[in-house]
């Protein structure tokens, strides 16, 4: 299929997020700080009407935002996603609808206030998506994208980087600027972007560890059993000398938000 993503998103990676273990390891991820929430209901005004939070996961954002909006309608393609984030809190918030299928196709309820999207935005075909957004969203609308569930400045990132690098599923793997190459490739214009203050986070060593497998790279059916032990027991010795004495590692979390209009 022609799509103007770059390369390293043209595999078909994004279907392993139906796994059931990567979907049941991915609450595990560090939390985006409140003040990330901050900023969208600032954005949204005193209105806060309907969102719209696509390739929603367990519904991270779409959860935290539902008791602050008059509705949000989460999708996400994986249905063990969905099973997960129904689970969570605020899981069967009345005025949250779950919806199961690919965000390109999926029948909705605009118009909406405001669009949200995670990393998700990766896989999507951008070609189809944000056509559909601009027409979705109100003529005030916002297109929403964060980023940032990992450490900053860890003192043991390049260790961990390498090791990760090791045992990783990808193929053809680059870092991009995503937001940079939306508005680059024409999808996206630009109004917003900040980054939000630097704030502690503390998780148990066994936690951090087994997040890594609620991303597509590390999923532990592509990994396979021998590779998963192996890079837990390599990680947890990397980790070991930055462990508490009540075995929590310690560390700063900042959340990416950016903002504009999407394009057709």
């Not at 909006?69 to 984030?85: H, Y």
């Not at 605020?90 to 999926?106: A, F, K, Q, S, Y």
Request: aromatic share 10%; charged share 25%.
């Amino acid at each position: 299929m022609k799509t103007t993503r770059p390369r390293q998103y043209w595999d078909d990676y994004a279907s392993r997020f139906k796994n059931r273990s990567l979907a049941e390891t991915y609450e595990l991820r560090p939390p985006y700080p409140e003040e990330t929430y901050r900023i969208l209901l600032n954005l949204l005004g005193e209105s806060r009407g309907r969102v719209l939070d696509v390739g929603c996961g367990p519904g991270k954002i779409a959860r935290s935002l539902v008791n602050h909006v008059e509705d949000i309608d989460a999708v996400d393609f994986s249905q063990e996603m969905i099973r997960v984030g129904k689970s969570l809190r605020n899981g069967d918030h009345p005025n949250l609808r779950w919806i199961d299928g690919p965000i390109e196709t999926v029948q909705l309820r605009p118009p909406y206030q405001m669009v949200t999207a995670g990393a998700s935005i990766h896989w999507m075909e951008w070609d189809v998506v944000f056509p559909r957004f601009k027409e979705m969203l109100t003529t005030d609308g916002y297109l929403v994208i964060i980023d940032g569930d990992r450490p900053i400045g860890a003192p043991w990132h390049d260790a961990e980087l390498s090791l990760i690098r090791k045992y990783s599923t990808s193929r053809h793997y680059a870092q991009i600027d995503l937001i940079q190459e939306l508005v680059d490739r024409g999808h996206l214009y630009l109004i917003g972007d900040k980054r939000t203050t630097p704030v502690n986070f503390s998780q148990s060593l066994r936690d951090y560890v087994q997040s890594f497998h609620s991303r597509q790279s590390m999923s532990k059916e592509h990994m396979g059993e021998k590779n998963v032990k192996a890079f837990d027991s390599e990680l947890s010795h990397i980790l070991s000398d930055f462990v508490n004495d009540t075995g929590l590692l310690s560390f700063q979390l900042q959340a990416r938000v950016t903002w504009g209009r999407p394009l057709a």
